[in-house]
């Protein structure tokens, strides 16, 4: 099935979720740009961005729409936020969808190496997955941490994706000895410490609190919106201190915003394009302090009975790559009490952390209550 039909049913599926037409939407936002070598940025095929709904009739109402190329899916949120705020429009819709041609992720093809590219290409860094390794490498030696405190992380997700109808993995359990008998893929991440690519669409739609009280389902609030806006000190390689030190002044915001911090969170939804960014996420948000988050990660206390239940649909890594958006989609239904088996108990507050933290992405935090 194209992507451009998975979009469609996503979209459909939101409108009828909340019980308005899809004739109702007057506001478009998405982030679009593909993120991986191999794809075309062919509109329907493997990107849907803001012009594939406008082409749409049912969609003649648009009197607002956003595509931001930076920011993640997170800025596609804010940027709806605003416009709603402003009175630019009535419903928003926002999607993120997702495709990675077959044997396209983390390729790398090139006969040169230019640029920062000749430092690292002709010693096998090539892509987002070696230079992942570099600060998790670190993260290991620096810390004390292994990687059978990572499985407990791992499989944790997979356990929460079994749950989830709609994850990948959804039938396919995961042991802590298969995760570590996996085969390397850029030491010492393994096969399951990275996300998996699908072909694949989320999408959801905002509007105004006095809206939303008479929508068919009980609506999550945006209590807090905000941008990763810190640059890497290295431009070459993810430096572990990078990874937190990028994150820290994002998450302050958010808990500025809000009126709320750590320990008032019913669950975190943390970026896992690979495991050990949610580690880094848990420290720079201030779950736990620098170079405890591998000690923090137990099954016990963010599994979906914990203290800090994480990634509780399955995360990137087992319900499948969405740049995030499948992190926001949990957390609101979270705070709106529709996550099934999964959901978590007094769930009045939920944070998403959209992008790995040194990444130009973004975060929210979503509440009950408005």
Known sequence: MPLGQFARQ??????????????DIDGLATYATAPNIGARNQNGVDIINV??????????????????GLGLIASAVRDAAHALISGSCNYALIWRAMYTPPGTYGLYESQTAIGDAQF???????????WHAFGYRRYLELYGSSREEM?????????????NEH????????????????????????????????TSCAALVMTTSERAGHLRQPPAY??????????????????????????QPLAADLWRQAGLGPSDMAAAELYDGFSPSVYYWLEAAGFCARGEAHAFATKERIGLEGTLPVNTFGGS??????????????????????????????????????????????????????
């Open 167 to 198: 994850a990948y993995f959804a039938d396919r359990p995961l042991t802590e000895e298969e995760y570590l008998a996996a085969r390397m893929i850029s030491d010492p991440l393994c096969l399951f410490d990275c996300d998996v690519p699908v």
């Open 10 to 23: 996503a979209m459909e599926a939101a409108c009828a979720d909340c019980g308005i037409e899809v004739s």
């Open 317 to 370: 890594l087992s319900q499948g790559r969405l740049h995030g958006m499948g992190h926001i989609a949990e957390a609101a239904l979270q705070v709106s009490g529709r996550a099934g088996q999964r959901q978590v108990s007094d769930a009045g507050a939920v944070c998403v952390f959209d992008g790995s933290p040194m990444y130009r992405g973004g975060g929210l935090v979503l509440t009950r209550g408005s």
């Open 120 to 130: 690292t290409a002709p010693y096998g860094c090539v892509s987002v997955i070696q």
């Open 151 to 163: 499985a407990a992380l791992v499989v944790n997700s997979r356990n929460n994706a079994n749950r």
């Open 51 to 68: 012009d594939f709904f406008l082409s749409d009739p049912r969609f003649k109402n648009v009197t607002w729409y956003a595509q931001p």
């Open 222 to 247: 945006l209590a807090a919106i905000g941008q990763q806006t810190v640059p890497r000190r290295d431009s070459i390689h993810y430096l572990l201190d990078d990874h937190i030190e990028s994150g």
